[in-house]
């Protein structure tokens, strides 16, 4: 190893030392001054992430990850960090398992993410089990090793380009945050429910990808994703035709849209801003139920996360408990033969039976096959 490669080695060995024992700001502090060498990796940035989150600075660690996700989205520990964090502000158990099922499509062999998700998915109380993760047991932390601290230079012409790209990934990540964080600053701030819908969608214009020139693609993946993007231009098309569609509350319409940008080579700053809308529309009142095209749903069920959907069919499996009511449902059921087999579940407790006809309104929460079925996170539920 070169005395540089030694030196920038023992900086990290030391931040590692610093997190164990919990002196966040002292790991952030010597990772700062290992970067000022002009090196980089994802070890380095993953350990400055996790600083700053233990550290409560959220905002800085959003534009570390932003980081990592540009020099290797498919690198684990960012891959675990980053569903973490995401749980911690899942509104629903139907929600924590498709941020679980999302990231083991980029890291398909991780065992610790499909612990985590079958412990999701097991759960009877998901707000507990929420309330009470805590990172250590959510997030392998690799030891440093020569390996892992093998960084990327940067070219000294370059930094000063670099610099910039970086500014405008910290100043997306930061608009970002409050964005994705305005209901609950609304909410502490005392203002009602209807306010908070008002305001929030007289800010979706404000929502915009811009120019993208901080690089809006990411052109060469390591994982293939269900959508591809050859153009920005085409990207932005999108996103605005999206927020035109939740303004006239075509909400179904605008889903598939924003679950195509979603699924595709976009940046992290993008999909951070997708997500935003995402979950808008998933909050929305006065929601219009359609009818499931379940073979439509199955040829790509990713573009149906969110979807308002009315399926009719016959009860199976059905299990009643303090928590609600689960069962699964046989789609377009008759004569022995059914479209889809999906589960439901429900907030309330409903007196069912095996082999009931009912008709069900919900979300629609798709799961890969191998995980389990996918999902309807039932809104009201009538018998035939």
Known sequence: MTRRKVRNFQYTREAYRSIQKKQYGNA????????????????????????????????RAGATLAR??????????????????????AATREQAIGIYIEALETVTSDRLLKKILREIEN?????????????????AIPKPS????????????????????????????????????REKI?????????????????DIDSLTLGNADYGLLNRI????????????TDVISDF??????????????????????????VNYIAR?????????????????????????????????????????????????????TSFTLMADYSNDRFSEVVGVFSKNRIELKNGEMVNVRGIFIPVKNQFGKSYISAESLDRN
């Open 186 to 202: 609304l909410k502490y701030a005392g203002m009602g429910s209807s306010v908070e819908t008002v305001k929030i969608k007289s």
């Open 123 to 139: 759960t009877s109380d998901f707000p507990s089990f929420q309330k009470n993760a805590r990172l250590q047991s959510f997030v």
């Open 28 to 59: 952030v502090a010597i990772l700062e001054k290992s970067g000022e060498s002009g090196l980089q990796s994802e070890y380095n940035l993953f350990l400055m992430s996790l600083a700053l989150v233990y550290n409560s600075e959220f905002q």
């Open 146 to 181: 020569e390996k892992s601290t093998a960084s990327v230079s940067i070219n000294p012409r370059k930094r000063l380009k670099a610099g910039w790209v970086i500014l405008a990934l910290f100043t997306a990540a930061v608009s970002s945050v409050l964005f994705l964080n």
């Open 272 to 324: 951070e801003k997708v997500e935003f809308l995402i979950k808008f529309v998933i909050d929305a009142d006065e929601r219009k139920y359609a009818p499931a095209d379940f073979a439509r749903i199955k040829a790509s069920p990713h573009l149906y996360r969110g979807v308002s959907i009315q399926a009719k069919g016959r009860t199976a499996n059905v299990q009643i408990g303090r928590k609600g």
């Open 68 to 89: 990592i996700e540009r020099l290797d989205p498919c690198y684990i520990p960012y891959v675990q960090l980053k569903s973490f964090l995401s749980l911690k502000s």
């Open 221 to 232: 993946n390591r994982e293939k994703t269900p959508e591809f993007y050859h153009s920005r």
């Open 240 to 265: 605005n035709r999206a927020r035109s569609l939740i303004k006239d509350r075509k909400y179904n319409e605008a889903l598939v849209i924003l679950n195509r940008i979603n699924n595709s080579n």
